[in-house]
């Protein structure tokens, strides 16, 4: 067992940095678990140097235009590309106005000199327990597009995320997008977290509701508390039952706090987790209806 | 009097320099034909090493030697000499170096680190001081007896105690008989990182003639080859040890190094250039950190709130080796008493050993650790006795040139003004004045005061020294070994030396390379005494430099010594400005129009003896142990969140008695610092260990550290300028001060308004919030109720 690692160097690699999607797909064909994809680098390098991940080539798919894109079309939704900065989605006037929980999760994640290098799709394919990212995507049932050289396929990112820094994924697969579908007008969302001397938190929620038009739709997403990103079925089921809101926003609070996987660990036990997911469900859910 | 640079908001000289990235570190030297080194560190907490097969690490390509510990069986150390260089036969902590690998690279070095294969046999180990401390605790140093300490400590060989200091003053047990009130507390603090920017780092030349230089990131030039010199046996004038810019230290960086180390790695690897840096993980887990304690006092006060005996009992965890806090430990104890009169006062700190990692000074050396007792015991009796915690301050405080600390000293007529200081810090804070209601109705506001004495932990006989020599162009090359690690006190040096001399401050340098060889001899720079002892060396080398020049002046313009004067770069007659010759027309000596000349180069030297002070006594630890005290307050407005935990300064205000300023700018940066670095170890940081004695968040995810979101909102910093007439232009120390009363004030503040004790730092939410559900569930109960029923929720700030 060991915590941190020792190294101030790299382990050796080859670097290649591929011009199109179809030249990188060759390369991690090729390489396959000797290769990693490095969009912003902020996590792998760090891992490289904790010794986690130790790939003989590195694959940095910067280059490729067609990762690039960040676009809303009505009715399709929000795609964005796999090398879209984290800086570039917070400063996105759709995301900031319509995909509101997402924005907060951007905004309140790192630092600017962070955020100019990482993108989101290297965040959940990170799938550390802490990260922020996925929250606000599970949320809106968001999609991953992944792509080998012989097929495409789209997987909710709920399933993507298996377990902590364990993906649904191949080893000669690239992620090229995230899609978040279009949301309907009344929809709300709101993202909050909840961390101290740390950009980590020790607990996070996304909730989503739409409860205005049929079908009725709620999702409460927590992060950080578990070994991945966990919903709180019975809590939302409250939500679209009780006609009486006030009171469905402590009878929710109460469930998920009581429903949902919470793990103790380092940086906080689980009775303090269980704690702030109930303060974090009444914070955003008051703040959610009162809005609405 | 008006002075042209001291007592002016100059900014740090270094400043521009760091700001563009151009100063040099010793991170960034790099020598010809330099080798790395890396440390193969234990994996377990205590054990015997069987054997340590290196062969497959030789194999990696680039890789010269690995040396093991039994090869050079060295003690170092400072104070209590307890260090191996690498461990010899056992190992002490999950973390203590057992080998290290030389190679020509970096990358060759971390390869073959994990290629070096050590059979341990493991034996129990104690990671618990009050465990370490029963009659049957396996020992933890077993040739404790062989250590070569300094005369200052008493470590008890057969046992795990580091050392034992004891205090004795009046009679505690009558005291507490005749006191109206008797209270018991325990406290407890958490073992913190120094967290300074750049890790420890050294460079090390054995070069074949016997000569060793040093290049290293460390405080102090004359400690690293005083413990060289005494451990390894060279010559002092065999050793050159220099410094550069150094990336932040706060006492993480005094004391024993790797320098030792690193010199016999590059004596074995053929004499080449041996450069060693640690990772941060290293910081966290085999670089001495700041150690945890335990304290358990007894207070007893009279029904008017007279303090009257108080016994206490602090026991150090300091890890696995100590040489530095035993001094930690000593201090703690004989500051017990804080900046109150006790007439009857007892006081034991054992300084014990543990299989953890090892342990040394941190910014306050004991004075945070001892004040975080005392200030609390204060305000606990000032709630029993039903008096204001402001009022059972002003009644106890030290009266200077009356009173007697805790060791005996009789305090100097100019020591300072304690009742200056409380009245102002009352008054800023708006005592008593109560708190706004805080928008949120689950929160609540409360103010805390905590008052606060140091001096510099040293030893009695901690001499400093400056050479100052004039150029050409009457410029000055001040020679300090002043260390230079961000505290801003070679500036305030420069100030004085322009001041003295009248000329322009750019006329004056001191060298950002600090050198054993080259520099004046200073102790050390630590317990913020640099100002103080190197500011009197340098004040005496420019009395003798001034009397070197008006000697040749008088018989040039043919005037008696007296009579003369230095302005703006001129000797003048006083009265008569007309009579005058430049400086530079002296400084390398004086020509006549015809060639002969008089005088030579005017070198000033000037030195720092504190007379007066004197080791403690063994039994009693009475005596006079500082050369200063420094008195300060710090006061808090904070907003804690009764649901969650957390604490949010919102108005910090430090007071201090500083004798003078003779920088501003610098003071209140040093005031700005010390309260966040206050903050920060108050609320976030903790180094945890695991059951196995893993340090298990070594790094800045996990140990958490105060963010800019974190800090107080506003700060109010006054000083009071009680001259030290033996002070330069009556300056006392700063530095380490300015976090002193953070912790205490915090907690205080927290118990005065809902009476909830904080026993133990650091004051995270989780602790807060378990403390808060313990001790007052009524309170948390109506918050949580505020809270679900709370019709308008305010923006949530993400
Ligand atoms: C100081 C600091 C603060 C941080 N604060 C926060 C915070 O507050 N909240 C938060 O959520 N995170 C935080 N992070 C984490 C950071 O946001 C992530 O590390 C970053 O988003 C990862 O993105 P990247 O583009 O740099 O990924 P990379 O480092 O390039 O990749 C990360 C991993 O994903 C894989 N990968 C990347 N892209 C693809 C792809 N397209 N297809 C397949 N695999 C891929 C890589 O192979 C690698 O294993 C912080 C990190 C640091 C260093």
Redesign the pocket.
Known sequence: MSFGAPYLTLPEFTYHKPKSLKEALQLLNEFRDEA????????????MKERL?APNHVID?KDIPELKIIEYRKGEGLKIG?TVT?SEIEKHDIVREKYVALHQAVKA??DPI?KN???L???I??AIPW???PVPLIAYNAELEIMSVDNVRRMPVSEFIKGPVEIS?EPNE??TSVYLPDLPPEAKSLFMKFNTGS??ALATLAAYVNDSKKPRDARLVYGAVSTKPVRAYEAEKIILTNKNISEAVILAAEKASKEIDVISDVLATEDYRRHLVKLLTINVLSRIFEVG | MSFKYVGKPIPPQDGFLKVTGTATYTFDLELPGMLYAKLVTSTVPHARIKKIDVSRALGVPGVVRVVTGKEYPYRVGMYAGDRDLLAIDKVNWVGHPVAAVIAETLEAAEKAIDLVDVEYEELPAIFDPLEALKPDALLIHEKMEEYRHSPAFKPIPGTNIANKFTLVRGDVEKGFRESDVVLEEEFHISHVSHCYMEVQNVIAHYHLDGTVEIWTSWQNVAPVRQIMALSLGIPHNKIIVRIPYVGGGFGGKAGLGWEALVAILSKAAGHRPVKLVLSRKEQFSTAAVREGFHAFAKAGFKKDGTFNAYSVRFILDAGAYADYTVNVGRAVGYSADGCYEIPNINVESLTVYTNKIPTTALRGFGYPESHWVLEQIIDRAAKKLGIDPSEIRRKNLVKPGHSHTCTGERLREDAGDPQKVLKTLVDEIGWGKPSENPPEPWKVRAKGLSLFVKGPAQPPNAAASAILKFNEDASIDLLIATGNFGQGTVTALMQIVAEEFGLPLEKVRVDYVRDTHKSAYTWQTVGSRGLFTDGIAILKAIEDAKNQIFTVASEVLRCPKDQLELVDGEVRVKGKPWEKIPLQDIVMGYTYPNGNSIGGPVIGRGVFMSTHTTYLDPDTGQGNPTIFHTFGGTAVELELDLLTGEINILKAVEVLDLGKVINPLLVKQQTHGGLIMGTSISLYEEIKFDERGWVVNPNFTSYYLVRIKDLPREVVARYIETPQLDGPYGARGIGELTMIGVAPAIANAIYNSIGVKLDRLPMNPEYVWRALREQRPDLVEEAWKRFSKYEKIVEVTI
């Open positions: 990693k994809v490095m969009a912003g680098g902020v996590g792998l390098i760090a891992f991940l798919i796999a984290m994640g790192s962070i290098r990482a993108t799709v290297g965040n394919c990170e990260v922020d990212g994924l690239i992620v950009e980590f």
